[in-house]
């Protein structure tokens, strides 16, 4: 424990840090958060994180990143170097290394790559634009806390009232007391920033509060079900007391992205 909090308090130092320097550093940082998490998740089920299947599909997540950024920045992209284009060269080139390995490089493992690529990329993306509108550091700063808030919560709340399991098929610990604590937490704390920053009313705040608390927490569950899937504990061993850095940003990732499909951000 005394680990993960030291861990915890320097990584989240860290990351607010460079967060409030401003977009361009917020948006480097995001850049390599996300290629940590796309060769831990390459990892988690190909038991590597090398090898020209993984580089392809690193290179499709820098491919939406960047064009994620080149919109901001307005920076002119050719044709060739647009998210579908390349991703259409990307697939060519998948079957082309299922070919030339003669097998050793699977459909399985090319779905999962890019599954993990559009996941991952998207995410992260999404991180990196909303920082780039108006109002985006107090959005993310929101997004943030909540969802930090909401994991904190569920946790101290079911380790001391948690009495029923949540989902123990994907993740046994979880209990539906310590939920529904992080929900209230979670919800708390959007409100507080909703109205220190003037992100809407009242009740438009404990709504997104709540829905930003619930949906943290079924990204949790979406790692919790890839890990079991792959037959591992942990993404990574980057973070002493944490895991990887896809353990970290499961529900951020998550969050984001149904905040942008709810059109939230």
Same mark, same amino acid.
């Given at each position: 424990?005394?680990?993960?909090?030291?861990?915890?308090?320097?990584?989240?130092?860290?990351?607010?840090?460079?967060? =409030?320097?401003?977009?361009?550093?917020?948006?480097?940082?995001?850049?390599?958060?996300?290629?940590?998490?796309?060769?831990?998740?390459?990892?988690?089920?190909?038991?590597?994180?090398?090898?020209?299947?993984?580089?392809?599909?690193?290179?499709?997540?820098?491919?939406?990143?960047?064009?994620?950024?080149?919109?901001?920045?307005?920076?002119?992209?050719?044709?060739?170097?647009?998210?579908?284009?390349?991703?259409?060269?990307?697939?060519?080139?998948?079957?082309?290394?299922?070919?030339?390995?003669?097998?050793?490089?699977?459909?399985?493992?090319?779905?999962?790559?890019?599954?993990?690529?559009?996941?991952?990329?998207?995410?992260?993306?999404?991180?990196?634009?909303?920082? +780039?509108?108006?109002?985006?550091?107090?959005?993310?700063?929101?997004?943030?806390?909540?969802? +930090?808030?909401?994991?904190?919560?569920?946790?101290?709340?079911?380790?001391?009232?948690?009495?029923?399991?949540?989902?123990?098929?994907?993740?046994?610990?979880?209990?539906?007391?310590?939920?529904?604590?992080?929900?209230?937490?979670?919800?708390?704390?959007?409100?507080?920033?909703?109205?220190?920053?003037?992100?809407?009313?009242?009740?438009?705040?404990?709504?997104?509060?709540?829905?930003?608390? =619930?949906?943290?927490?079924?990204?949790?569950?979406?790692?919790?079900?890839?890990?079991?899937?792959?037959?591992?504990?942990?993404?990574?061993?980057?973070?002493?007391?944490?895991?990887?850095?896809?353990?970290?940003?499961?529900?951020?990732?998550?969050?984001?992205?149904?905040?942008?499909?709810?059109?939230?951000?």
């Amino acid at each position: 424990m005394k680990q993960r909090v030291i861990t915890g308090v320097l990584g989240a130092g860290a990351y607010l840090a460079l967060l =409030f320097l401003g977009a361009s550093w917020y948006s480097g940082l995001l850049a390599v958060l996300a290629t940590l998490s796309f060769l831990e998740f390459g990892q988690m089920k190909l038991g590597q994180w090398k090898g020209p299947h993984v580089l392809l599909g690193l290179l499709l997540v820098w491919s939406i990143l960047w064009n994620s950024v080149s919109v901001f920045l307005k920076i002119p992209v050719p044709s060739i170097l647009t998210f579908p284009n390349l991703w259409l060269l990307g697939i060519v080139l998948f079957f082309v290394l299922i070919v030339l390995s003669k097998n050793k490089v699977t459909i399985d493992h090319i779905a999962y790559l890019s599954l993990g690529a559009l996941y991952i990329g998207y995410g992260f993306a999404i991180m990196i634009e909303t920082i +780039w509108q108006k109002n985006g550091l107090a959005l993310t700063l929101m997004v943030l806390f909540t969802t +930090w808030a909401s994991d904190s919560g569920a946790y101290f709340v079911g380790k001391r009232f948690g009495k029923r399991k949540l989902w123990p098929a994907i993740s046994p610990n979880k209990t539906i007391e310590g939920s529904l604590g992080g929900v209230l937490v979670g919800t708390l704390l959007t409100l507080v920033i909703g109205l220190c920053y003037d992100l809407g009313q009242i009740p438009t705040l404990i709504g997104l509060g709540i829905i930003i608390s =619930f949906v943290g927490q079924f990204g949790d569950l979406v790692e919790s079900a890839i890990k079991r899937t792959t037959g591992v504990k942990d993404s990574g061993n980057i973070l002493p007391g944490h895991g990887g850095v896809f353990d970290r940003f499961d529900s951020l990732i998550f969050t984001f992205i149904i905040l942008r499909l709810i059109e939230v951000l």
